[in-house]
């Protein structure tokens, strides 16, 4: 039941947070910060809301039905490694700075956080 209310959470952010995206990118002006800033805020949450569930579905059909246990925090944690992966390219591609390189070591960076919390909980 509180898994439940979680992804129902989820959906009604990702709904306020996609509204919010199409807000910033229709009316407001990119050349100001705070707008950039709200941007990719906005962009984070909304792909959070939409990561999560993803890789908790991946998980449930991934795992066998004997070992499966529905864990929302490391979906949750997932979704938002792989959130922060395409914000910050996206933060580095405003500021032109992305390149393949920039973007392997970023991800590499952040699959190895996600080894590490996945043997410390373990």
């Given at each position: 039941?509180?898994?439940?209310?979680?992804?129902?959470?989820?959906?009604?952010?990702?709904?306020?947070?996609?509204?919010?995206?199409?807000?910033?990118?229709?009316?407001?002006?990119?050349?100001?910060?705070?707008?950039?800033?709200?941007?990719l805020v906005l962009l984070f949450l909304g792909l959070v809301s939409v990561l999560s569930p993803l890789a908790n579905f991946?998980?449930?059909?991934?795992?066998?039905?004997?070992?499966?246990?529905?864990?929302?925090?490391?979906?949750?944690?997932?979704?938002?490694?792989?959130?922060?992966?395409?914000?910050?390219?996206?933060?580095?591609?405003?500021?032109?700075?992305?390149?393949?390189?920039?973007?392997?070591?970023?991800?590499?960076?952040?699959?190895?956080?996600?080894?590490?919390?996945?043997?410390?909980?373990?």
């Open positions: 039941m509180e898994s439940r209310r979680l992804w129902t959470a989820s959906t009604l952010v990702g709904l306020l947070s996609w509204s919010g995206v199409a807000y910033v990118v229709t009316s407001t002006d990119p050349a100001l910060t705070v707008n950039r800033l709200a941007f991946l998980h449930f059909r991934f795992t066998a039905a004997k070992s499966y246990r529905s864990n929302a925090r490391r979906s949750f944690r997932e979704g938002g490694l792989a959130a922060l992966f395409v914000v910050l390219c996206a933060w580095l591609r405003m500021g032109q700075g992305l390149n393949w390189i920039n973007a392997l070591l970023l991800l590499s960076t952040l699959a190895l956080v996600e080894v590490f919390l996945l043997v410390k909980s373990s």
